[in-house]
């Protein structure tokens, strides 16, 4: 616990250092279009590029790779979906045995990866506590240490390299961040970019669907605050609670936390899809949802980073998102 309060940058430097080769350094992209919505400069970090689909595999294999290195042989993971599929990439990649714990509700897209990278699948009700108490009921059986998706500083570490990469390549380009927006769920994402932005001055914010706002209230209370989610299409941003290590990192360290709507999401989704040509899921598109409700700013001149954390989305998903809408920002694009 101390070791994860006390979490500095030099740990995101060091798991920064330890992954470089063993995850893909994703591109930073950018559109005119998005810019102008903004009215901002908005670089993106293309995560949903990464192994695994998404930037999940960068803690997982940090986590897992520590462990195997330790002399364990198996470890067990729960979450609703893209930390299963990283934790069981991982853990093939060393060799170790992995089981890993998911929502009866989970995408059978990752559902699908989990079982191809070789992990056992188990399933456990909707809430995230009826598979954190399976897992660690597998734990105690097995002796296998639990990957926690957010709980966890070599996680965290890992996580934080994605928003470590955007702010070093934008500095390489000339257009030093003076923001970064991370999409949020159990806050470990969120935290390592606190962690990555220490230091340079760079205003970090947190975005939480509607209804699944633990992180803002925890904040707002002081302590923190568990809600029960309500329905959204960003199924990676709806645990319970953020997790207890990642609140004690962001609590002094965050500038706030952008709330967005299911109809932001799929707009914004939509947006990255036809202006990047990129596909992203809904937990992913909602970090440019946040960074365009931003967009009052209205400086020409301010950079905004916004980490694009997935693209780990149902082909049934997609077409739905994508069927045409009154309220679709590209509407205007595409009838140009």
């Not at 257009?175 to 606190?194: E, I, Q, W, Y």
Request: hydrophobic share 45%; aromatic share 2%; with cysteine.
């Amino acid at each position: 616990m101390s070791r994860t309060v006390g979490q500095t940058r030099a740990d995101v430097e060091e798991a920064s250092r330890w992954l470089a080769g063993r995850v893909v350094r994703t591109p930073v992209l950018r559109s005119p279009v998005i810019d102008e919505l903004a009215g901002a400069r908005v670089l993106l970090k293309a995560e949903n590029l990464q192994h695994g689909g998404s930037y999940k595999m960068r803690g997982a294999l940090r986590a897992v790779g520590r462990l195997a290195a330790a002399g364990h042989t198996g470890v067990i993971a729960q979450s609703t979906g893209n930390h299963a599929v990283a934790v069981a990439l991982a853990a093939r990649q060393h060799g170790l045995a992995a089981t890993v714990v998911l929502p009866v509700d989970a995408a059978p897209t990752k559902v699908d990866r989990a079982r191809a990278a070789g992990a056992r699948v188990m399933f456990a009700g909707t809430a995230v506590e009826e598979r954190v108490a399976v897992a660690d009921g597998l734990s105690d059986d097995s002796g296998h240490p639990v990957v926690d998706a957010y709980d966890h500083p070599d996680v965290i570490a890992g996580q934080g390299t994605a928003s470590l990469e955007l702010i070093e390549d934008a500095e390489r380009a000339g257009t030093p961040l003076d923001a970064l927006v991370v999409p949020v769920g159990g806050g470990g994402g969120v935290a390592g970019a606190c962690l990555a932005a220490a230091g340079t001055g760079i205003e970090v914010y947190g975005v939480e669907p509607v209804g699944c706002d633990s992180l803002a209230r925890s904040l707002a209370a002081g302590v923190r605050v568990p809600v029960a989610p309500a329905p959204t299409i960003a199924d990676g941003l709806r645990p319970s609670c953020v997790g207890e290590l990642p609140f004690a990192i962001v609590r002094d360290r965050l500038r706030g936390v952008v709330r967005v709507d299911d109809d932001e999401i799929a707009a914004a989704f939509r947006l990255i899809l036809t202006e990047l040509k990129v596909l992203a899921e809904p937990s992913g598109a909602a970090a440019v949802a946040g960074a365009l409700r931003l967009a009052p700013v209205k400086d020409r001149q301010r950079t905004v980073g916004v980490v694009l954390t997935g693209g780990n989305v149902e082909a049934a998903l997609v077409a739905r998102l994508t069927a045409p809408r009154s309220a679709d920002l590209t509407r205007e694009g595409a009838a140009a």
